[in-house]
């Protein structure tokens, strides 16, 4: 008996233009049950257009309300990063820069300094570090762009300019390569690859030295000496 005045509310809701989930919301019914009872009476286009609509715009408050979540407790693990991490001394910097130049940087040791990378932001870093903690004179910093060939050279040489805050006089003639971005799977930012040159020999073996410090003192350590 229940079944049937369950079906006989179906119907009356369906003719109202409601969805299964609706519907099943309402009188707690499976859509496979509500799929048979309903399945001569289809929504009309204009309706499932409609329901489409509300669907579409349901989702995007979920999705404002997830990011708005997240940017607050990003923001929140931001403020406690800040307050246990700055301000950094000048032997924290010089570290942070060791290490970043241990991932970016070229090992040789009678090579140039040279700093690698597509992230304006790391290039960045490297500029502030060389020239703040290790003293190294602007003019003596020096760019040279990978560009792919479909790359308009001009304008990606004053973007990196901007970026670095570094005139146009200190880059070199960038490498061109002869590929097109829409054969590279990895195009990093978009920009090219930004090369921070620096050519200063014993500066290098300071730098390779220090690392090299590290090194020793962390393998002695996994050694447990």
Known sequence: ???????????ELRKKELSYNQIKSILNVSKSTLSNWLRDYPLSRERIRKLRDINAIRIEKYRETMRKKRDKRLNSTYLEEKQKLLSLSKRELYIAGLFLYWGEGTKDIQRQILL????????KFGLYWLEKILKVPK????????LYSD????SEQKYWSNELNLPLGNFKTPYIKKSKRKHINHKGFGHGTCNLE?????LKEKIMMALQCIIDNY???SKGQ
């Open 139 to 146: 003019e003596k910093m020096k760019i040279r762009l990978h």
């Open 219 to 221: 393998y002695l350590k």
């Open 198 to 202: 620096v050519g200063d020999v014993r």
């Open 1 to 11: 008996m229940a079944k049937i005045y369950e079906r006989q509310k179906a119907y």
């Open 151 to 154: 790359m308009n050279i001009e």
């Open 116 to 123: 690698s990378n597509s992230d304006p932001e790391v290039i």
